[in-house]
């Protein structure tokens, strides 16, 4: 009796002591935000605002800064792979929105505005500052830019905080502060450098990073006590439990020094801030980076990705096109001629990057399927300029099977070949000679248009060179170097079309006819 007794004492006593520890690790596995999906956590992120997020080395798709610390501090606590996904600023909110990323980390400011669709927890203190050329007085407010150009970044809140100050001084009879918007902070500084702007608006924490950069050709000449401009803050979709399990970790991650050491290693605090000092020793231009841009692998891994998207989406433009285009020429009125008609139309009107950010991001909003991983930047880039392309290419090969004699086909008819016959041996050898020049061009214009997809995080070429500018801002050296990569693949092209315009001259009437006489 007494061994039963000893016996269920020491049951109960274990499974008392087991039941906290199994309670508290239950608790462990299911406080994870909603928006880690199968155990990763996906950040999206713009790698140009140095020390927030860049890329410090050649390789873009691996950015490094406090934003990268902070992201892998909250999947290692969360127990959760994490993907980072690099892209143009425009498009890091529509790809939260679309579920691309779980959660935004990119030097974003905090704002009302924003937290309207999104939540957002702080995690890091800032100050907007104005900074103009390092010969520039300082001014002691913002209405003394009033009729001065200012640059910002596209996409960003500076715009429209720079708007209510032109509403005060508008108000006040003085002139408006001119705004100039483009899509990269790098070309934003750009701009102060070569004098075309009086200054640009960003974030102190930058300015102090950038100081061995910009070689002390710029300093701040206003910081304006906006109290809605002090905090970078994480976004991810609205959630009452998510957010309070985000600024838990956010929390934590504060109190166990995890952040202030990330903020020492990026020299992120309020000693950076001091007067840049004038840097002479930098050159006019920089041989050793502009080789080194080259010669990079990251270079020519863009060049291979821009001139794979090139020929892939125009192949499948082409073989769309040319059925389209054998249907519009046919007899007669029909209802898929109308379709064909309304397609050409709208793809050859709607801008090109205008259907690129549709297919990235509004096609996931009514088809869940594509916001699959499977659905890469790659992917939409190639449906969408081969789409874009099929309406251009349509046009091209309908006028070449128009211009090909009438008469070409009836003698056709005549030695009793059938459709098919007609087409391959008689009508498509004399249009392709015809339809090959434009299509060509098309081409060329194609492969330069493939820089637009830097907009969805594809790092092409363009993609490749931004970023190295916004980490080393060697600008003439690196859009020199991108010059030449695109230079080389369109004089490869023109000299094949030379080539291929040679091999069928043979079919070309006039110089046949020439040689007769």
């Keep these: 009796m007494f061994r039963k007794s000893l016996l269920a ?15 508290s690790a239950q608790d462990a596995a299911g406080d994870v935000p909603s928006f880690v999906q199968n155990g990763t956590l996906t950040v999206c992120t713009n790698p140009t605002l140095p020390p927030m997020t860049f890329v410090k080395g050649s390789d873009a798709s691996k950015p490094e800064g406090m934003d990268i610390d902070v992201a892998q501090a909250l999947a290692q606590r969360w127990h959760a792979k994490l993907s980072i996904i690099p892209m143009d600023f425009t498009g890091l909110f529509p790809s939260l929105g679309a579920q691309r990323c779980g959660m935004v980390l990119s030097g974003i400011i905090q704002l009302p505005a924003r937290e309207k669709n999104f939540d957002a927890i702080a995690y890091q203190d800032t100050a907007l500052t104005v900074v103009a050329r390092a010969n520039t007085a300082p001014i002691t407010s913002m209405a003394d830019l009033s009729g001065k150009t ?4 596209s996409g960003t809140s500076y715009a429209t905080r720079i708007n209510r100050e032109n509403e005060a001084l508008t108000a006040a009879g003085k002139l408006p502060i001119i705004i100039q918007q ?3 902070e790098d070309q934003v500084v750009q701009q102060v450098l070569i004098g075309r702007v009086f200054a640009f608006v960003s974030q102190d924490v930058e300015l102090y990073f950038r100081q061995k950069q910009l070689h002390g050709k710029v300093r701040i000449i206003l910081k304006p006590d906006y109290p809605d401009y002090r905090h970078f803050a994480v976004y991810f979709r609205k959630n009452a439990q998510d957010r309070i399990m985000v600024q838990t970790a956010i929390a934590a991650l504060e109190q166990d020094g995890t952040l202030q050491a990330s903020r020492q290693k990026w020299s992120i605090s309020a000693q950076s801030e001091q007067a840049l000092t004038q840097d002479e020793s930098a050159s006019s231009f920089n041989w050793s980076a502009f080789f080194s841009a080259l010669t990079s692998l990251a270079f020519f891994k863009g060049a291979c990705i821009t001139l794979a998207v090139a020929l892939l989406s125009h192949a499948i433009a082409i073989v769309i096109s040319i059925p389209m285009a054998i249907t519009l020429n046919g007899r007669g009125n029909s209802v898929l001629k109308a379709v064909l008609k309304t397609y050409v139309s709208v793809f050859r009107g709607a801008p090109t990057l205008l259907q690129l950010l549709f297919i990235w991001n509004a096609l996931p909003q009514f088809f869940p399927i594509f916001r699959e991983q499977w659905f890469t930047p790659f992917l939409a880039t190639l449906v969408a300029l081969a789409i ?5 290419q349509v046009e091209i090969n309908r006028s070449a099977l128009s211009a090909v004699d009438a008469g070409q086909e009836l003698a056709a008819d005549a030695l009793g070949m059938n ?21 060509i061009n098309d081409f060329i214009s194609l492969l330069k248009t493939t820089s637009l997809a830097s907009v969805i995080s594809l790092q092409e070429l363009l993609a490749i060179t931004q970023v190295q500018v916004a980490r080393t801002f060697e600008f003439t050296e690196y859009y020199a170097a991108a010059l030449v990569y695109y230079l080389a693949m369109v004089f490869f092209f023109l000299f094949l079309q030379k080539r291929v315009e040679r091999r069928f001259s043979w079919a070309d009437r006039k110089k046949a006819s020439a040689n007769a006489s």
């Design 150 to 153: 200012i640059a910002v970044q």
């Design 388 to 392: 874009n392309e099929s309406a251009y």
């Design 9 to 23: 004492f020491a049951i109960s006593l274990g499974v008392s002591t087991a039941l906290p520890f199994a309670a």
């Design 419 to 439: 459709r098919k016959q007609v087409y391959r041996h008689v009508i498509f050898p004399q249009a392709l000679r015809i339809a090959l020049p434009p299509t």
């Design 182 to 184: 483009y899509p990269t």
